[in-house]
């Protein structure tokens, strides 16, 4: 049978606290990461079917990478900040739980 421990509901909010600290920055690099990938295939897919001329593919991938990429990462900051606010929210429910359960514990006399 498991016994109650109240440090469990402060371990995990801890937990999702520094989660939340890291997932903005990791879902930019993420969406940053995968814009720049597409960008990329769709840039070389343009140039091999051949409606770019060959003079100016070195623009062509440059046009595409570099505003494809910042796109994708303010998406990706707006992403992350949205799941970093859920983690922060559900960290705060579970320290909340947890001083009720301190406030409402009955005194040892």
């Known amino acids: 049978m498991a016994v109650y421990d109240e440090n469990v509901l402060q371990q995990y909010a801890d937990t999702l606290y520094r989660q939340a600290q890291s997932t903005v920055f990791w879902t930019i690099l993420r969406y940053g990461f995968t814009t720049f990938l597409l960008a990329l295939v769709a840039a070389v897919a343009?140039?091999?079917?051949?409606?770019?001329?060959?003079?100016?593919?070195?623009?062509?991938?440059?046009?595409?990478?570099?505003?494809?990429?910042?796109?994708?990462?303010?998406?990706?900051?707006?992403?992350?900040?949205?799941k970093a606010f859920q983690l922060k929210l559900l960290a705060q429910q579970a320290l909340c739980q947890r001083q009720i359960e301190m406030n409402t514990r009955p005194r040892a006399s």
Do not use: K, N, Q
């Open 46 to 82: 343009v140039d091999w079917f051949g409606h770019v001329g060959s003079d100016s593919e070195p623009m062509l991938y440059g046009w595409a990478l570099i505003p494809a990429t910042l796109v994708g990462g303010i998406a990706g900051a707006a992403v992350g900040r949205r």
